[in-house]
Antibody, heavy 120, light 108 residues
């Protein structure tokens, strides 16, 4: 059974960089049938797609976040990572990692999510 | 910018039929997907490619599409179906993912 687990600091100061890692178990991040993505959800609000990455590093980002976002993949560790720079209070959210099926945008497996609070 | 529009809330009594709609200009060209999210939990994919039920999802859940609108139907609704439901699709190029604003289903 595929499992995804987010990890990283739960508290980030304004203007700093948010960094999270998603560890994948029960499957290979190099599987050519899937992209790997990040989605966030501010408290009490809806879902927002952040971006996706393929095992070879090809990526797509939400245009509204593109100037601040980078997603990386480490196939040797079966992990992928998110960096969001210059954070503000509006970036406070539960951050989820998930798997996307290639040629669709179906998110078939999700991590449990991790709350990141931006505060001084 | 492209958007997917859902009603904020839908209320139904147990045993009745709930219909949640999602509208977007690219939906005739891009598949839609539906997710159920219960409080404190990650979303769960229930419908993919407009009307395919994911394995393990109860047959009470179904999806349909008509031009620029897709619909998630739950019939008959049960108390355990109370949750937030999100539609999801892609922009016309198929590159960018987007979500609808979500619909809170209340079972009266």
């Amino acid at each position: 059974q595929l499992q995804l687990q987010e990890s990283g600091p739960g508290l980030v100061k304004p203007s700093e960089t948010l960094s999270l890692t998603c560890s994948v178990s029960g499957g290979s991040i190099s599987d050519t049938n899937y992209y790997w993505g990040w989605i966030r959800q501010p408290p009490g609000k809806g879902l927002e797609w952040i971006g996706n990455i393929y095992y070879n590093g090809a990526s797509h980002y939400n245009p509204s976040l593109k100037s601040r976002v980078s997603i990386f993949v480490d196939t040797s560790k079966n992990q992928f990572s998110l960096k969001l720079s210059s954070v503000a209070a509006a970036d406070t959210a539960v951050y989820y990692c998930a798997r996307l099926l290639v040629r669709t945008v179906a998110l078939d497996y999700w991590g449990q999510g991790t709350l990141v609070t931006v505060s001084s | 910018s492209y958007e997917l529009t859902q009603p904020p809330s839908v209320s139904v009594s147990p045993g009745q039929t709930a219909r949640i709609t999602c509208s977007g200009d690219a939906l005739p060209k891009q598949y839609a997907y539906w997710y159920q999210q219960k409080p404190g939990q990650a979303p769960v994919l229930v419908i993919y490619k407009d009307n395919e039920r994911r394995s393990g999802i109860h047959e009470r859940f179904s999806g349909s599409s008509s031009r620029t609108t897709v619909t998630l139907t739950i019939s008959p609704v049960q108390a355990e179906d109370e949750a937030d439901y999100y539609c999801q699709s892609a922009d016309i190029s198929g590159t960018f993912v987007l979500f609808g604003g979500g619909t809170k289903l209340t079972v009266l």
